[in-house]
């Protein structure tokens, strides 16, 4: 997460926020997501208080090095998929570079929240919770088609959908502009590259731990992987906390000892690790022991992914870290002198 606001914990220097983009789409990824405003030849401007850093332009596209693999180029932003310009649009433009991304899914004109939001859920949805293993995998075209078609289906019963009509609700009093809204964006978006592109999904793990632990604890985490080869295994915080309790960012300072203080705090913002292990797996069933440190609290996640040679593997686990409640221990306490 790479975030335009010098208020944010997830703001590198201001000053290097336009090699900081870069460095993301060139260190790998599945897909590159960019969320904000954005031009036929250019994203948005990072404006601070005192001056303004441009986020990504066309002339940047030549410095892209895609080195540990090519991303699947994500615009949710107007005109980035300009393809009728008389300039070719930046998705064009990074798809035609040699070490660019292997393809791009943007907007050819003026695009909406509402309609990207539902958007960016069916993506979702197709990408990492509607697969089926007995299918193989999913071209990149179908993928963006079965998107679009949910778009245009009454989902009135899904949560999700729901969640998000009531929301575009904000911003207009009618159920049909919003699926008029949603059907423009059928149109609106596309994919710059090849459709036949198969994204390769990787195999299911299944993870097992205890519901519960407390910080000082070793918990153990069995797993069983369809692949062999080296595996992590992480215990991290969920997506809507942190490690660590950032900075109150409440004045802007243009000194150079202010900004440079942003690095390491994004840095810290990105990284969700409470605890991690790595270790050689074979097929099979596997335990680990994964020591959870003191300061580890709330709700987490304990992730396992395993590189083979061919494919991959991956699962989760959800665990709550919480101190034990003084009557609990003094009863374990007696429990063990008993």
Known sequence: MTQASWTSPYCPDPREFSETTLDRINEGCLFWIYMGHGNPR??????????????????????????????????????????????????????????????????????????MAVMSSGLMKECFQKRDPTLGNLTLGDILLNAKRSMAEDQSTDRGR????????????????????????????????????RVKS??????????????????????????????????????????????????????????????????????PRLADKRLTVTTGETAVQLPIPTNASGNCHVRVFVHGKKEHAMGSANVIVQKTAPDEQKEDETSANN
């Open 202 to 271: 990787p195999r299911r793990i299944t993870v097992r731990v205890q519901a519960s632990t407390s910080p000082g604890e070793d918990l153990q985490v069995n797993f069983q992987s369809p692949v062999a080869g080296p595996a992590t295994v992480e215990l991290v915080v969920r997506r809507d906390r942190l490690t660590f309790q950032p900075p109150q960012r409440g004045n802007y300072d243009s000194g150079d000892q202010f900004l440079s203080s942003f690095d390491d705090i994004y840095r810290q913002a990105n990284d």
């Open 162 to 197: 729901k969640a998000l009509d009531n929301m575009g609700r904000l911003f207009t009093t009618s159920s049909e502009e919003l699926a008029a809204q949603r059907q423009d964006h059928q149109h609106l978006f596309n994919l710059i590259g090849d459709p036949l592109l």
């Open 42 to 115: 250019s994203l948005d401007i990072f404006t601070l208080p005192d001056r303004r850093f441009p986020i990504l332009t066309a002339a940047q596209v030549p410095t892209i090095a895609c080195s540990a693999g090519a991303p699947i180029a994500v615009f949710f932003s107007c005109y980035a998929g300009a393809f009728d310009a008389p300039e070719d649009c930046l998705a064009e433009e990074m798809l035609q570079h040699p070490r660019g991304p292997v393809a791009a899914i943007a907007g050819s004109r003026v695009t909406l929240p509402y309609a």
